[in-house]
């Protein structure tokens, strides 16, 4: 038996369905960019970490980036469930479908308003030795005759003083405009994502990609910002950098897809810390193939990988101090009629509840010509959402 109902957006029912991502053990949150549509999967059905096992009208889940396990962690080694319920807020609409839980109203009002918690972060050493770590590799760059860009992860914990509610990170979530918020949750571990970057869309048997490569930071004018946009739209360094990932992409899906668009130009797309340079790229999906097929084929794009891939990989794996985990990885949802998206959960911070530490991830592509001091600040910029997000977390309670 499967219960379904929808009705008008109630003004409480947000609230309580962040409140319910606290409650459930095994949960998902998934958000789009243009902030139109919420996915909830409460609860797991079925669980595992290959989706292949799985049946289910939708899954929720994520790969881990690489083949390296990451020790006492289930979550960041790739999980995917079959949700026992299933929610979904789109516009002024709520969705819910269930086999186990027949009326919505019911159950939505158990989740009652969170008694917030007054957190404190403070921050640890992070990788002081990322700077000497990057030059080696840009020198790498400069003599290998193959190597060209490697996307250089970097981490930092922070020590939180309390475990952290979803429900209040949800809600300090929506500062960060224009960018996907993704959750998973797998008992005690979470894993949290204010991406810019969708890896792909399918619906309707048509596939949506993008490339996003190229960063700057925003200006503080908008003049600045305007200035900013057009140097990173002229940059060289940028442009190559941007343009690796534009190839593989194209290369990649040729053959899984006909009717290719790519444009010949890069855009801008623009975060609230920084701006990129983004090809969007849209296609018809062949039929035979599914939404996960698409997933394996085009991770790790050069955006999180490198060029070539096979040797960018050897050399992430070799050189970045801690596996990367859920970390610049695919996350995302599908479903039983082949649609779906999925997000790289790059922007992004790994919680253990357990030991109240936070891991939060940055990366930059690094190509021959790139310079460590810009590219550490990068770096730094792009730790910021999670940043920001501890410390309105801490201030809003
Ligand atoms: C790996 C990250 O960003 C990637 C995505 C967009 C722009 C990037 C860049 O300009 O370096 C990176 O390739 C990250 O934010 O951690």
């Given amino acids: 038996m499967r219960y379904h109902s929808s009705r008008t957006l109630r003004d409480s029912d947000r609230q309580q369905l962040y409140r319910a991502l606290d409650v459930f053990n095994i949960a998902a949150y998934f958000a789009t960019a243009d902030g139109k549509k919420e996915l909830f999967g409460f609860g797991a059905q079925q669980e595992t970490d290959v989706p292949e096992k799985l049946a289910g009208d939708i899954i929720f889940g994520g790969y881990a980036f690489d083949d390296q396990v990451i020790e006492n962690s289930k979550l960041m080694n790739g999980i995917w469930f079959v949700p026992t319920i299933f929610v979904e807020i789109k516009q002024d609409k709520i969705y819910f479908e269930s086999h186990s839980v027949s009326a919505f109203d019911n159950w939505i009002m158990q989740f009652k308003q969170a008694t917030t918690k007054n957190m404190i972060s403070r921050d640890l050493i992070g990788e002081i030795d990322w700077p000497t770590r990057t030059q080696k590799l840009i020198d790498v760059l400069a003599t290998d005759e193959k190597l060209k860009k490697v996307v250089f992860g970097r981490q930092q914990q922070y020590a939180l ?100 668009q790519l444009p010949v130009h890069p855009i801008l797309l623009q975060n609230k810390q920084v701006q990129h340079l983004y090809t969007p790229i849209v296609g018809d999906l062949i039929a035979t193939y599914t939404v996960l097929d698409v997933v394996r084929k085009l991770h790790p794009t050069p955006a999180l990988g490198g060029v070539p891939q096979e040797q960018a990989l050897q050399y992430i794996k070799t050189h970045e101090k801690s596996p990367r985990g859920l970390f610049a990885a695919p996350i995302g949802y599908y479903t039983a009629h082949n649609s779906g998206e999925f997000v790289v959960g790059i922007r992004s911070m790994y919680v253990n509840q357990a030991t109240h530490m936070a891991t939060l991830f940055a990366g930059a592509g690094i190509v021959q010509d790139s310079n460590v001091a810009q590219e550490f600040k990068e770096t730094d910029l792009k730790f910021e959402p999670m940043r920001q997000l501890l410390k309105r977390y801490a201030n809003d309670n």
Avoid at 193 to 220: N, Q, Y
Avoid at 250 to 258: E, N, R, S, V, W
């Fill in 161 to 260: 003083s309390e475990a952290v509610l979803i429900s209040n990170l949800v809600q300090a979530l929506t500062s960060q405009k224009n960018t996907y918020h993704v959750i998973l949750k797998y008992q005690t571990e979470l894993f949290i994502s204010a991406t810019p970057e969708r890896l792909v869309k399918v619906s309707a048997g048509k596939l949506r990609t993008a490339a996003v490569a190229g960063t700057i930071r925003r200006g503080d004018t908008l003049i600045e910002d305007r200035l900013l946009g057009e140097m990173l739209l002229n940059s060289h360094k940028n442009q190559q950098e941007h343009q690796y990932v534009v190839n593989s992409i194209d290369q990649k899906l040729q053959g899984l897809t006909t009717n290719l």
